[in-house]
């Protein structure tokens, strides 16, 4: 019976991690098949460009959602990280903006991560926290800016993180699969990514054999807001200049494609291959459609519903498996 | 002075609402003038009556953060049908929009079991996603008969419609969840779900209620709204559900559920809506005031969150 249970899980387990990849390719042939412009070098580099900014906030966000919590900061984070890092830059050079910037989204991080354990959160309190996190901060770059976008940097370097490339492909994809393969080691070979999973898995159980579950909660809202503020750099230096309103949607564009990907919302699951598996499918889904001449508000029509089927069939297959 | 104690003790929300009106009315001479009351009145209520139907939804235990993008939806509709079709069509489309959104969520949370807030999130962007579809682009609608502009801000007495619109709701609202069986209903639904449904509690039928009530609430205020801005835009009112929330938290309805109730609301509005006032009268902008409603909302949890983990503790 064991056995048994033992070769369903693991079935269970290839069947979530590939049915997504399966989709993503079937995805792919689709919209090469409907248009002949998909599968171009430039169409693909093109598509890479485009999610890096919301796969890096993806990447961050899927911490938390191991972790069991959740971050609905991370859009205006993007925002507030990308500001600085631009505005800085003539007063105190490219390296500090960018360090003061990293700060600043980590601290929104330590500062969600200290409000949510201090209260003994539940995951509806970090949604409203991180909700109400979401105004401060878009008001903050709203003040600094006065409303106003910035215009941007002249540094090259700097706009190398947007635009550059090494051979063919793009610095950000670099940046992007480089963050992704390193926090993967992390989460999946450390004793510390272990913790986040219990943790994720059962909070009070996790309590119980002695992990430190307020320091590891914090850990991943830290993660989720250094992140946030990566995917700032990459955003501001592509499209070189900084709006306030920049990040709007981009913490349920992050959550859409985490939960695509075959992370499930209650926590303790899900690996980064399965929010990189994601990103792709959201990216090819939203070039597919701009190809299609469908415009990005329209869209959102389109994202509402992939985010909602997508919660459905998570809770289903755990239905299926006798855990819901 | 007992007795005056304990009201306070009982009452602290009033107080500190009796406090910030005394208060504004020192600073500035121009708070307590007749104009400025009923400024401050008309400001709430949109945002009001969005926060009573948010009120039903709390206390059954869930959220509902869709209600700003129904709100532009509701808007949009109302404002193109009535252009071409009347004021009964307009008002037929704007019940079934809150009965359908309602419907929606209750669904995605009852029977499909998605959590409330990932559930009205999808909605939220949905929604929103639809009002720009119908205006193309997102250009904002304008009402082409006088008499929509009037339902908002025709007066009586002085005082705008909107003004006694949204208190009949608040009176309405306060009696169906103090004095009916629906509404006693509505929270034992909230308190324990479990124990209700086995006390024979249609808990489906009333989550459904409460969901229906707080979305065809904010089809009400989008209406309002347009009508009181004589146009209807798809990017309107992006805010309402973070106001919303934090008027009921402030109010003392606790995020758990089963507890609160409309009238606690309309304390939590009215400070929040003093607050913004004597902040435009200081002349604070609309960016730093943004700051203040989020940092309010987060403070508000924090601290019900805070004791209630005392009286745990206590309790064990």
């Keep these: 019976m064991n056995i048994k249970n033992n070769i369903k899980l693991y079935l269970n387990t290839i069947y979530r991690s590939y049915t997504m990849l399966l989709a993503l390719i079937i995805l792919i042939a689709l919209a090469s098949i409907l248009s002949h412009s998909f599968l171009t070098v430039q169409n693909i580099t093109n598509i890479f460009r485009q999610v890096s900014v919301m796969g890096c906030v993806a990447l961050g966000m899927s911490f938390v959602i191991i972790g069991g919590s959740f971050d609905m900061s991370v859009g205006s984070t993007v925002s507030l990280t990308g500001i600085l890092a631009i505005s800085l830059q003539p007063i105190v050079g490219v390296f500090w903006a960018m360090a003061i910037s990293l700060i600043v989204g980590v601290s929104i991080g330590l500062i969600n991560g200290t409000i949510i354990t201090s209260i003994n959160g539940t995951q509806g309190d970090s949604f409203i926290i991180t909700f109400g996190m979401l105004t401060v901060i878009q008001a903050v770059a709203l003040i600094i800016t006065k409303g106003f976008s910035v215009p941007g940097s002249n540094n090259k370097s700097y706009i190398f993180i947007g635009n550059g490339d090494i051979g063919v492909i793009p610095f950000s994809i670099i940046l992007f699969v480089v963050s992704a393969i390193i926090m993967q080691i992390f989460i999946t070979k450390t004793s510390h990514g272990r913790n986040i999973y219990y943790m994720g898995a059962n909070s009070e159980v996790a309590k119980l054999i002695g992990i430190k579950v307020k320091f590891y909660k914090i850990i991943t809202y830290m993660i989720s807001g250094a992140m946030a503020a990566v995917a700032g750099f990459i955003l501001t230096a592509r499209v070189n200049g900084a709006a306030p309103k920049a990040g709007v949607n981009l913490e349920f564009e992050a959550v859409t494609a985490i939960v695509v990907g075959g992370i499930g919302l209650k926590g303790g699951e899900g690996t980064l291959v399965n929010t990189i598996i994601g990103v792709l499918i959201m990216g090819v889904i939203s070039n597919a459609m701009n190809i299609i001449g469908i415009s990005s508000q329209n869209q959102l029509v389109v994202k509402g519903i992939i985010l909602i089927a997508a919660v459905c069939v998570d809770i289903r297959k755990k239905g299926i498996m006798g855990e819901g | ?316």
Excluded: H, W
């Excluded at chain 2, 208060?23 to 708070?31: G, H, L, M, Q």
């Excluded at chain 2, 007749?34 to 009120?55: D, E, H, K, R």
């Excluded at chain 2, 409309?262 to 435009?280: P, Q, R, S």
């Design chain 2, 1 to 316: 002075m007992k007795n005056i104690l304990n009201f306070i003790k009982s009452q602290k929300l009033l107080v500190v609402f009796i406090v910030i009106f005394l208060a504004s009315s020192f600073t500035t001479k121009y708070f307590f003038s007749f104009t400025n009351i009923i400024n401050l009145l008309t400001q709430v209520s949109t945002y009001g009556i969005v926060a009573i139907g948010m009120t039903f939804i709390v206390i059954t235990g869930e959220f509902d953060i869709s209600v700003g993008s129904v709100m532009a939806l509701s808007g949009v509709v109302v404002v193109s049908l009535i252009n071409s079709y009347g004021l009964a069509v307009a008002m037929l489309a704007l019940i079934a929009i809150g009965f359908i959104v309602g419907l929606i969520n209750s669904l995605l949370v009852i029977k499909v079991k998605i959590n409330s807030f990932i559930a009205t999130l999808g909605g939220m962007i949905f929604y929103r996603g639809i009002a720009f579809l119908i205006t193309k682009d997102g250009t904002p609608v304008l009402p082409k008969v006088e008499y929509y502009n009037k339902i908002s801000t025709g007066t009586l007495f002085n005082i705008p419609f909107l003004v006694y619109i949204f208190f009949i709701i608040v009176i309405i609202s306060e009696f169906i969840l103090k004095k009916t069986t629906f509404g006693r209903n509505i929270y034992s639904t909230g308190c324990n779900y479990e124990v209700a449904k086995f006390a024979g509690v249609n808990v489906v039928f009333y989550k459904t209620a409460a969901f229906i009530i707080c979305s065809t609430g904010a089809a009400l205020a989008g209406l309002l709204m347009s009508s009181r801005l004589n146009t209807a835009a798809p990017i309107a009112a992006d805010d309402a559900a973070l106001s919303a929330l934090s008027a009921v938290v402030l109010g003392g309805t606790s995020l758990s559920g089963g507890t609160g109730n409309a009238l606690k609301t309309l304390v939590g509005l009215m400070i929040l809506g003093l607050i913004v006032n004597a902040l435009n009268m200081v002349g604070i902008s609309s960016y730093i005031q943004l700051a203040i409603k989020g940092t309010l909302l987060i403070l508000f949890v924090s601290i019900e969150r805070y004791f209630q983990n005392r009286a745990q503790a206590v309790s064990s």
